[in-house]
């Protein structure tokens, strides 16, 4: 599975009608809309550029976004400053989360999560979320703290594994 980390600050220099031509859903909050218009303008430029994928319509199931193809299959999440987008040739589920200050405590014991600490509890939640992303329990995963953030990667493949590429600027030097 390759993980992309990608700055959105890269979004303030996107004309506002090519990010729109990549909405996918309405939004009340602006900036939420500008993040998701950008995950989509970035998930098509690597299927391009990265995977040299011709055919790269998307189509909905269930609410979950598939390439119609299926010649890879994608997850896409954001958080406060970062997107982050896995690629896999199998099911797959990633979640970012800023770690933010909170009663993780009282989240961890009403989720069952085994947490004594604050990352702790956002490695916890945060594969939580991609394996919900994923439809099933994990079979393999990566996990990595970056940056303030928390990140997990699960996959339906035992075999799976993983790379994470940050984004340098405009390159991604690991590419």
Request: charged content about 35%; some cysteine.
């Amino acid at each position: 599975m390759d993980i992309f980390v990608i700055s959105t600050s890269d979004s303030d220099n996107i004309r506002p009608e090519l990010l729109e031509e990549y909405k996918h859903k309405e939004f009340s909050n602006k900036e939420k809309q500008k993040e998701h218009c950008f995950s989509y303008l970035m998930l098509d430029r690597i299927l391009r550029e990265v995977y040299k994928i011709e055919n790269r319509e998307i189509e909905f199931v269930n609410k979950k976004p598939y390439l119609k193809s299926r010649e890879k299959f994608f997850s896409v999440s954001h958080s406060k400053g970062y997107i982050v987008i896995a690629f896999s040739d199998a099911e797959c589920g990633v979640d970012i989360e800023k770690i933010v200050e909170r009663d993780f405590k009282a989240i961890s014991e009403r989720m069952n999560f085994v947490s004594s600490n604050l990352e702790e509890f956002y490695q916890w939640w945060t594969k939580y979320e991609a394996e919900y992303k994923l439809g099933e329990k994990a079979k393999n995963f990566y996990q990595a703290l970056y940056d303030g953030y928390s990140l997990t990667a699960v996959s339906s493949n035992v075999q799976e594994k993983f790379e994470l590429f940050i984004q340098n600027g405009e390159e991604f030097p690991n590419i």
